[in-house]
Structures are given as structure tokens and as C-alpha cells.
């Protein structure tokens, strides 16, 4: 009897065994041809982005495939990117046509490959249209400086400027030929009324090449309330210079207030980039640099109180901590590994006494208080009293200031309590991105009060809107194309200036502030007055469409 219960028992064993391992078999089965099916079958085409922007009569740019909606840049998990890894990118301006490889993100795969994904989105966002757009000629006026085109022959003495030949200097001579200018110079003579440099600026290469070898033979202290030193070259260029203060992965400490946080030369770096993706070119060419504490600032600078400062840690490395408002001390001192030290070198400007420039004071500037509230955090129609107020009451100026609201939300940047202008041009001219340092503190955490302005106010230009829209299609990934532009500087040979949470953050800030328009299009669609969120900045654009 026992042996015909255990016989009986084993085959109902053996029994349900076999039926699970045959459900297993047969989900298996089902889930292979659900993934096979996403990869074969083409998402709907969805062309609602800019429904409302523009209608095709004079230039079209059409990007078909099976890219991303902005409410889907976060989601790129294997299926997204599977189903769009075959995906090809078209780009048509008039009769000329680009192809190009898109539709996944570049972090999926290896570092090299990663890069390589990245660098290719990279140049053809650089050759999309919305950054190739024709320019009218720009008249003298709008230049910010300019060469004497004709000496007359007793001034021929100052027709060419020639250096005294200082110690550590060169002996230039420099005339009206561009060919004679060094890059600073150039870059100098290209700023106009509406950008630092133009697109694909062939000066470029160079400028980034001197600020990150040329011998530095002069370093000095500059104003501020953190440490910051301004370098000289032999070829009588200038540059700004802001040391690495705490590793790149750090994050902002959540207990610190806006105005008690650090400075991060990485910052400077990664700002830059994001501006010329961005297609402002608003913020002065930095790069990355490897900086002999010793060789190249304690044995140049003529700053005796900066050189006190100098002192050996108890693991041997050098640190110096200079004069400055905050952090200027043997608590907080910079320290090179053993000499060697991080840091971003930013050109510098026209000096003042060429052109001045003028600091304007921001609407929206935070209160720098730990219980006080500022304006705008109180009053609820703030934006209407800016827009009676000068500037803000005509021209481009509260545009200007949005484009500048968006790139800070995107950087998590929350120290813009002041910006300027070049006083030349007046009131109708850009805005400098200057002092970004501050930026980029924190990735898991986004600061939505920076969009403020934006949420009160809903303008913005009608460029700015097509390329964050274009930034967040998956041929065009924000998070891919500023990997791959980061991958060019000198300081990426040492490690990546952002880490991936932080690219990360870019991809999601994008999404809302797109959601953050499409808020506010919806608000006065209802009171009738939609079209007034949409600025169209330039005939061109009206007529540009993006059809995904």
C-alpha cells in the first residue's frame, strides 16, 4: 500500500515538474516574439511637436524616422532603444539633402563607441539648419571693435603695433591683416552686436589651443568672492583662470544654501559647451587645463601676497589658497597633485577701457537670505510689472533673458543674480553667460524656481523652442551630442567633466521645459492669446517645420 502511494506521488511530481518547465518554455516563447515585434515594427508617427509653429513655404527641415517625443526623452531603456537602432535620420534643407545614423541614445554602448555615436550626432546637429541659418551682412555698426582700414603716412607709426619685447613676452608685430592678429585677438575682433563668435567659428581651434598649452608668464589675483587668478601668455592674450575645488561625482550638499556653494571648474567647462549646443555662443571659449602650481603660478606671479600662500600639505603636495572673499584659506586651500592641478581657462574679454560693459541687475534675482522671500516668489503677476519696466517693456531683452532662465534650469544654476551687456550696442544686443561656476551641482535633484521667469512670463523665441525641440528628438539626444562635445576638451584624457547622473539631468530638464511651454500654449489657448508665447524671432524660422 506505502509503495503504491509513493508511486503515485512521484508521478504527480514528475507531473506538475514538467508542466512548469513547459509554461516557462512557452512564456519564453511569448516574450521573444513581443521583442522581436518592437524591434521590426515602426512606432506611429507622431508630428504634433510644432503642429502649431510653422507651415512649409520657403525652407523645410524634415526629420522623419522613429525618434522620441520630448515626453519620452527619459524613457531609453532596451526596447526604446531597440526598436529604434535601425532608425536613419533624414535632413533636408531646400535641395540639399543629409543622412544620417540615429534614432538610439550613445550610452548604451561601449566608452569608444559611446563617443563615436555621440561625436557623429554632434556634427550633424552643427550642420542642421536651425545653426547653419543664413545671416544678413553685418554693418560696421554692429561690430564691437574694429581695425583702422586706412593710416594715413605720418601715422604710419601706429599702423603697427609692436610689443616693448618684455621678459617671457613675445616680439609681435601686428597690422591690419587678420593673418597678423593671435588668436585672441581674432576672437575679439569677431564679436558683433548679436554673438561672441560666429557659428563654426574657424578660429576656434586656435583659440582653444593656446588657452590650454601656451606658457603662462604671468599670473595675478582677480576680484571675486571665491579664488580665481587672471593668466597672461606671450602673445599678450588673457585668460581667467578658476582651480578644481572638489571631484567631479561630488554633489552639492543639500544643507548648503545657492550662495554658499562651491565653485566647480568643471562647470566653467561643461557651460560652454552647453551654450554653443544650445546655439546662443554667449559664453567666452574655456577649456580644460593641467596646470603646474609651482612652474606656472607660484614662479610667475608678481602678486607677493598671493605667493605667501603657498605651502606644502603633509603628503607633499602644493596648495596655495589666495585672497578672496569666501574660501580663501589654509581650510580651503587648492592643492596640486603633487603640482599638477585641474583647472578651466576662459579667455578674457575686451578689456574695460576698450569696451565697457555694462551690469544689469536680474529681475528674478534670488533674495541671498535664509528666511526672506524674494519678489517674484511673493507676487504672482511679477512678470507683468517686468514688462512694463525698462528694458524689458521693448525689443528682445525679456526674451533674451529667457533663453539665458532656460540654459541655467538645464545647468541646475542657481547664482544669476547679475548679467551684462555690451554698453555699445545699447539695449538691443545679447546677454553675456558670464560665471558659471556654480552650475551643475547637483543631478539628482531639480531646482524648478530657476523657470520661473519662463512659467510667469510664457515667451520665448521661436529658434530657441525648434532646437530644445530638436535637442530632444533621438537623433539629436541633449545628453549624447554634450558627452561627445565634453570628449574634446583636454581635461577629458583625465576623466569625463560630467559624469553620466549629470547628462542624465539634462536629458530631463530638457523635457520640462518643453512640458513648461506646452503648459503655458495651453493656458492662452483657452483665453485666445496662445500665439503670444511663440516669438517669431526671424522670417527664416516661420517658415521651418520638424515633422517626426
Not at 512564456?27 to 521583442?35: C, D, E, I, R, V
Not at 515626453?71 to 529604434?84: E, F, H, I, L, M
Amino acid at each position: 500500500m506505502m509503495w503504491r502511494m509513493y508511486r503515485r506521488s512521484r508521478t504527480i511530481c514528475l507531473f506538475l515538474a514538467f508542466t512548469t518547465i513547459f509554461l516557462h518554455l512557452l512564456l519564453a516563447l511569448l516574450s521573444l516574439s513581443t521583442y522581436h515585434q518592437a524591434c521590426d515594427t515602426p512606432l506611429s508617427p507622431r508630428t504634433h511637436i510644432l503642429r502649431e509653429l510653422a507651415h512649409t513655404n520657403y525652407t523645410s527641415v524634415e526629420i522623419s524616422g522613429r525618434a522620441a517625443l520630448p515626453a519620452d526623452t527619459t524613457q531609453r531603456g532596451s526596447s526604446t532603444n531597440d526598436a529604434n537602432k535601425d532608425a536613419k535620420g533624414h535632413v533636408q534643407t531646400g535641395s540639399a539633402s543629409i543622412n544620417m545614423a540615429g534614432g538610439v541614445g550613445c550610452n548604451g554602448a561601449s566608452r569608444a563607441e559611446s563617443l563615436e555615436c555621440g561625436l557623429s550626432k554632434l556634427e550633424a546637429l552643427f550642420d542642421h539648419s536651425l545653426y547653419t541659418m543664413p545671416f544678413t551682412h553685418i554693418p560696421e555698426e554692429d561690430w564691437l571693435l574694429k581695425v583702422k582700414p586706412k593710416i594715413k603716412a605720418s601715422e604710419k607709426s601706429s599702423q603697427m603695433w609692436v610689443s616693448a619685447s618684455q621678459e617671457g613676452y613675445e616680439d609681435m608685430q601686428w597690422n591690419s591683416s587678420s593673418d597678423s592678429h593671435p588668436p585672441w585677438l581674432r576672437f575679439h575682433l569677431g564679436i558683433s552686436r548679436w554673438q561672441l563668435y560666429p557659428h563654426r567659428d574657424p578660429n576656434m581651434d586656435a583659440l582653444a589651443q593656446q588657452l590650454a598649452t601656451h606658457p603662462i608668464v604671468s599670473a595675478g589675483k582677480s576680484g571675486g568672492t571665491q579664488l580665481k587668478l587672471v593668466m597672461s601668455f606671450p602673445n599678450y592674450g588673457q585668460a581667467m583662470l578658476k582651480p578644481m575645488k572638489q571631484e567631479r561625482d561630488d554633489e552639492t550638499n543639500y544643507n548648503l544654501y545657492y550662495f554658499s556653494d562651491f565653485e566647480r571648474h568643471n562647470a566653467e567647462i561643461a557651460a560652454f559647451h552647453l551654450d554653443r549646443i544650445l546655439g546662443y555662443r554667449r559664453v567666452p571659449p574655456v577649456v580644460g587645463r593641467l596646470v603646474d602650481v609651482v612652474k606656472e603660478i607660484k614662479d610667475v606671479t608678481t602678486d607677493r601676497k598671493l605667493a605667501r600662500t603657498f605651502f606644502n600639505s603633509p603628503v607633499g603636495n602644493v596648495c596655495f589658497y589666495g585672497q578672496c572673499s569666501y574660501y580663501c584659506s589654509t581650510e580651503h586651500a587648492v592643492c596640486g597633485r603633487p603640482r599638477k592641478l585641474e583647472a578651466s581657462v576662459a579667455v578674457m574679454l575686451p578689456d574695460l577701457s576698450l569696451v565697457t560693459r555694462r551690469t544689469w541687475r536680474s529681475p528674478w534675482r534670488r533674495s541671498y537670505s535664509r528666511s526672506k522671500l524674494a519678489n517674484w516668489e511673493a507676487e504672482p503677476n511679477y512678470c507683468s510689472t517686468v514688462k512694463k519696466t525698462p528694458p524689458y517693456n521693448k525689443g528682445t531683452r525679456l526674451l533674451d533673458f529667457m533663453d539665458m532662465v532656460i540654459m541655467d534650469f538645464l545647468m541646475s544654476n542657481m547664482d544669476r543674480h547679475h548679467y551684462e551687456t555690451f554698453e555699445k550696442f545699447g539695449n538691443n544686443t545679447f546677454l553675456l553667460h558670464l560665471d558659471n561656476g556654480r552650475a551643475f551641482g547637483r543631478h539628482s535633484k531639480d531646482e524648478p524656481s530657476i523657470l520661473a521667469p519662463l512659467e510667469q512670463c510664457c515667451r520665448i523665441r521661436r529658434s530657441t523652442w525648434l532646437r530644445l525641440n530638436l535637442l530632444s528628438l533621438s537623433q539629436y539626444y541633449l545628453s549624447d551630442v554634450m558627452r561627445a562635445s565634453l570628449s574634446r576638451d583636454p581635461l577629458h584624457s583625465v576623466a569625463p567633466l560630467l559624469s553620466e547622473p549629470h547628462l542624465t539631468a539634462l536629458d530631463r530638464r530638457l523635457k520640462t521645459v518643453l512640458e513648461t511651454v506646452s503648459r503655458c500654449q495651453q493656458q492662452r489657448r483657452e483665453t485666445g492669446s496662445a500665439d503670444d508665447v511663440i516669438f517669431d524671432d526671424t522670417p527664416y524660422l516661420k517658415d521651418v517645420t520638424l515633422a517626426v
